[in-house]
C-alpha cells in the first residue's frame, strides 16, 4: 500500500448521520491526514472483467483502500449476489470496509448465529428445518423448549416473525407459507426468552468502539414481545432513545464484532433470566444523530480515524 499518498475509494450514500457535510467532512478529513487521493465510486455500478472490477476506466482493484457503506438486501439481490462476486474481487487486491464475506454473513441470519456461536456467545437457539420434514421440526420444537420464533433467515425491522407456542401452529405457519411459494422451503426457528422487553438494546459498531446504545419505542408495533417497526416510522431514528450500554453488553458486542469481521455492525440483545443474549445482527445499524450526541461521539473524525488507521495497518 502506497502510505505516503494512497488512492482511497469511497462511497457512502447520504443517510441518517451520514449527511452531505458529514460525508464531504469524512472524505475531506482523511485526504487532508494522509494526503489521498478521494475517489467517489459505488462498487454497484461496476462489472468483473478477468477478476478485477471496473466502474467505466476507473479499475477499484488499483486502490489502496475502498471504503463503502450501505445495505445489499438479500431478498432484493438473492442468496449468490453480484455485488457480493464484486466485493469480493475487489477485496483480493484490496482492504475493503467493509468486506464481502463479512458482509454475507451478517445478512444471513442463519450464518451470523452460527459464528456467534461458534465463538461461544449467548446467542439465541435455533434451528433450521425443511418444510417437508415433519419429524425435522417436532425435533427442533421439543429442542428450541417448545416455544419458537419462525424468522426470516434474510429480513429486517421485525417483519415476518411469527411466534408458535404449540407445534401444530408451527406447522400451520410452515404449511402456509410453503404452500404459497409453491416449493419446498427451508425456516430458520429460534427458542422464545422470556425476557423485559423494555431492557431490549441495540449497540452499534464500528470497529472495537461501541459508538452507541439505543433502545426503540415499544409502540411502534404494539408487541409486548418484539420491537416491530413494519412500516419504518422510526426509519431515521428519531423515536429511539439513547441508552449508555452496560460493560457486559460492550463486552459482548466487542468479542461479536471480532467474530463476523464486519467493520461497521449492530447487534441486539434481550435480557433473560439467563443474562443477556443476542437475537439480531445488523448490517446497517442504526446511527443517529441525536444519540451520537448523546454518547459523546463525532462521526466524522470516528470514521474519518477509522479509514485512516485501516490505511496504515
Not at 459505488?42 to 479499475?59: H, N
Amino acid at each position: 500500500m502506497n502510505q505516503n499518498n494512497p488512492t482511497i475509494g469511497f462511497f457512502k450514500a447520504v443517510q441518517g448521520a451520514f449527511t452531505d457535510d458529514a460525508v464531504a467532512q469524512i472524505k475531506q478529513r482523511v485526504s487532508e491526514q494522509m494526503n489521498a487521493t478521494i475517489v467517489d465510486v459505488d462498487f454497484r455500478d461496476g462489472v468483473l472483467i478477468d477478476g478485477k472490477v471496473y466502474v467505466g476506466e476507473v479499475c477499484l482493484n488499483d486502490f489502496d483502500i475502498y471504503f463503502w457503506h450501505d445495505t445489499l438486501w438479500p431478498a432484493k439481490t438473492g442468496s449468490d449476489s453480484y455485488y457480493i462476486h464484486l466485493l469480493r474481487a475487489i477485496g483480493r487486491d484490496v482492504r475493503v470496509i467493509n468486506t464481502a464475506d463479512s458482509t454475507e454473513v451478517v445478512n444471513d441470519k442463519l450464518r451470523a448465529h452460527e459464528l456467534l456461536r461458534r465463538a461461544g456467545l449467548p446467542v439465541s437457539g435455533y434451528a433450521l428445518v425443511h418444510s417437508e420434514s415433519k419429524a425435522g421440526i417436532a425435533q427442533a420444537y421439543e429442542k428450541l423448549g417448545g416455544d419458537v420464533l419462525i424468522k426470516p433467515r434474510f429480513g429486517g425491522w421485525g417483519k415476518g416473525i411469527v411466534r408458535c407456542k404449540s407445534l401444530g401452529d408451527l406447522h400451520d405457519v410452515i404449511e402456509l407459507a410453503a404452500g404459497n411459494s409453491g416449493r419446498q422451503q427451508q425456516f430458520l426457528l429460534e427458542r422464545f426468552y422470556d425476557n423485559d422487553i423494555s431492557e431490549w438494546i441495540s449497540v452499534s459498531m464500528i470497529g472495537q468502539l461501541p459508538v452507541i446504545g439505543y433502545r426503540k419505542p415499544l409502540s411502534i408495533g404494539n408487541s409486548d414481545w418484539k420491537v416491530f417497526d413494519p412500516d419504518k416510522r422510526d426509519g431515521k431514528g428519531e423515536l429511539s432513545v439513547y441508552v449508555q450500554p452496560a460493560t457486559e453488553v460492550v463486552e459482548l458486542a466487542k468479542k461479536a464484532q471480532a467474530a463476523i469481521g464486519k467493520d461497521i455492525i449492530g447487534f441486539d440483545f434481550i435480557l433473560t433470566p439467563d443474562g443477556y443474549k443476542i437475537v439480531d445482527e445488523n448490517g446497517r445499524p442504526g446511527l443517529y444523530a441525536h444519540c451520537l450526541k448523546a454518547a459523546g461521539i463525532d462521526l466524522v473524525d470516528t470514521v474519518s480515524d477509522y479509514i485512516v488507521q485501516a490505511a496504515r495497518s
